[in-house]
């Protein structure tokens, strides 16, 4: 029986992403079948949803920040959770994102500690998990909650 009309299942399985010599089409490493290289095969994209998830964790893992429930027309809508993910909108172009992350504080916390806490996590953990450089930030504290209730101290204790 001839090479090219072997019954099925006979002939043995090319790897995957190998490709084939044929006279007219040239083909890397002379035909042996030798893959190209991974910048070469494809491209991963990271939609803006995806994006905007992994922010969202990242943010709620920083200690007194959590999340703002929306409000429309100065009726709240939903409910502020101190340890839950923010509200986060995002956006990839091409390697560079940006971000608008709505939050709470945790009162007495200072905030510009708490966001600059954010922003750093936020950044590090997006470009980690998906190669992508944060170029900007944008946070908005919608409000502050109320943290931990303070210790008292001893002379402050009242028989």
Not at 24 to 44: D, L
Not at 127 to 141: A, K, M, P, W
Request: net charge neutral; proline share 9%; glycine share 12%.
């Amino acid at each position: 029986m001839p090479a090219d009309t072997e019954p099925f299942g006979t002939k043995p399985a090319e790897p995957f992403g190998a490709t084939r010599a044929g006279p007219s089409g040239p083909a890397a490493g002379g035909g042996s079948g030798a893959r190209s290289a991974p910048e070469g095969r494809g491209r991963t994209r990271i939609s803006d949803r995806v994006l905007e998830g992994i922010a969202a964790r990242a943010a709620a893992e920083v200690d007194e920040a959590g999340r703002a429930a929306r409000r429309v027309l100065g009726v709240t809508i939903g409910h502020d959770a101190p340890g839950a993910t923010p509200r986060v909108t995002g956006h990839v172009d091409g390697k560079l994102a940006t971000l608008h992350v709505h939050l709470s504080v945790a009162y007495p916390s200072p905030v510009r500690q708490v966001t600059r806490r954010v922003r750093d996590h936020v950044t590090s953990r997006v470009h980690d998990l998906t190669g992508l450089d944060v170029r900007q930030i944008d946070i908005d504290v919608d409000r502050l909650l109320p943290g931990p209730e303070p210790a008292l101290r001893d002379e402050e204790v009242r028989p």
